[in-house]
C-alpha cells in the first residue's frame, strides 16, 4: 500500500504535511521537501514562506474555530 500524506493543524500554528508530497507556487515552480515532515506557514507572517519560520508565536497568531460543520 502506497504511504499516505496526512495533514495536521497544530493550535495556533502550522500545518504539519507528513509524507509525499509536491509543493508548487502559482507560477507552477516546485518548492523543494526534503524531510518526510514539513511545517507550512498559516498565519501569514512568516519569512520562509510557504513554511512556517516560527512566525505565529511572535504576532499571537490565533486560529479560527477547528472544524465548521455542514448542516446537512
Known amino acids: 500500500m502506497a504511504e499516505q500524506t496526512r495533514i495536521s493543524a497544530y493550535d495556533n500554528g502550522p500545518f504539519l504535511v507528513t ?3 509536491v509543493i508548487e507556487d502559482a507560477g507552477g515552480n516546485e518548492y523543494p521537501t526534503e524531510k518526510e515532515t514539513i511545517a507550512l ?3 501569514g507572517a512568516s519569512t520562509k514562506k510557504p513554511f512556517c519560520d516560527g512566525a ?3 504576532v499571537g497568531f490565533r486560529a479560527a ?3 465548521i460543520q455542514e448542516k446537512g
Open 65 to 67: 474555530r477547528r472544524v
Open 56 to 58: 505565529h508565536s511572535r
Open 19 to 21: 509524507g509525499p508530497v
Open 41 to 43: 506557514c498559516r498565519c
